[in-house]
T-cell receptor, first 115, second 110 residues
Framework: EAGVTQFPSHSVIEKGQTVTLRCDPI?????LYWYRRVMGKEIKFLLH????????ESGMPNNRFLAERTGGTYSTLKVQPAELEDSGVYFC?????????????FGPGTRLTVT | GESVGLHLPTLSVQEGDNSIINCAYS??????FIWYKQESGKGPQFIID?????DKRQGQRVTVLLNKTVKHLSLQIAATQPGDSAVYFC?????????FGTGTRLQVFP
C-alpha cells in the first residue's frame, strides 16, 4: 500500500511568488491534514479536511494560504504571495475514520524556502 | 534535514541502554496521546499511542506512560539501537487534530 506522498519535496521561491504544494493521501482515507514546521518551532496544525469539506481551518495563518481538496482525494495548499516567514516544512497526513488506531499517517513533507 | 537550526533537547544514550523521553502536555481534554519518531528527511512516523483513560501501554520495545495528574507523558525504549536515533515528538489529539510538543533528539552511540 502506497503511503502519503507529497510534491514537490523541495521548493525555493522568491518573496512575492506563488507556490502550490500537493498531497496525495493514502487511498480511501477520508481525513486529510496539513501541518507545518517553521524553523525553530514545533509542528503546528494548519487545517483538516473530511473528504472535500474543510472540517477545521483554525490553524491557517492568514488569507495568503488556500487549501483545496476537490473530489475528496488529493489536496493542494497554495501560498500566494509567499513571505519569508512561510519558509519551513509542510507536512500532510491522512487517516481513515473508524480505524482501530488514531494514527495519522504522514508524508515526507515539502521543504519550502522563501528568499 | 529540517531540524537544522532547531534547538532541541538532546538525549544521548549508549547502544543497549534504555531510553526515557519525557513530554509535558497542556490540554486536559485530549483523548489520545501519541509518540512519533522523525528521521532526517522523512515525515513523522507513528510509534505508539495511549488513550486518556489509560496510564500505561506497551508495544514492541516501547512503553508509554501517562500521568494525567501532572500532565506528563513518557516514552521508554528498551535496549536502544542505532536505528532509534531520531527526533521524538509527543502529540495530543484535540478536536481531531494533533498538537505537537517541541521534540527531543535521541542520539545513540556505540
Amino acid at each position: 500500500e502506497a503511503g502519503v506522498t507529497q510534491f514537490p519535496s523541495h521548493s525555493v521561491i522568491e518573496k512575492g511568488q506563488t507556490v502550490t504544494l500537493r498531497c496525495d493521501p493514502i487511498s480511501g482515507h477520508d481525513n486529510l491534514y496539513w501541518y507545518r514546521r517553521v524553523m525553530g518551532k514545533e509542528i503546528k496544525f494548519l487545517l483538516h479536511f473530511v473528504k472535500e469539506s474543510k472540517q477545521d481551518e483554525s490553524g491557517m495563518p492568514n488569507n495568503r494560504f488556500l487549501a483545496e481538496r476537490t473530489g475528496g482525494t488529493y489536496s493542494t495548499l497554495k501560498v500566494q504571495p509567499a513571505e519569508l516567514e512561510d519558509s519551513g516544512v509542510y507536512f500532510c497526513a491522512s487517516r481513515l475514520t473508524g480505524a482501530a488506531s488514531y494514527e495519522q499517517y504522514f508524508g515526507p513533507g515539502t521543504r519550502l524556502t522563501v528568499t | 534535514g529540517e531540524s537544522v537550526g532547531l534547538h532541541l533537547p538532546t538525549l544521548s544514550v549508549q547502544e543497549g541502554d534504555n531510553s526515557i523521553i519525557n513530554c509535558a502536555y497542556s490540554n486536559s481534554a485530549s483523548d489520545y496521546f501519541i509518540w512519533y519518531k522523525q528521521e532526517s528527511g522523512k515525515g513523522p512516523q507513528f510509534i505508539i499511542d495511549i488513550r486518556s483513560n489509560m496510564d500505561k501501554r506497551q508495544g514492541q520495545r516501547v512503553t508509554v506512560l501517562l500521568n494525567k495528574t501532572v500532565k506528563h507523558l513518557s516514552l521508554q525504549i528498551a535496549a536502544t539501537q542505532p536505528g532509534d536515533s531520531a527526533v521524538y515528538f509527543c502529540a495530543e489529539t484535540y478536536t481531531d487534530k494533533l498538537i505537537f510538543g517541541t521534540g527531543t533528539r535521541l542520539q545513540v552511540f556505540p
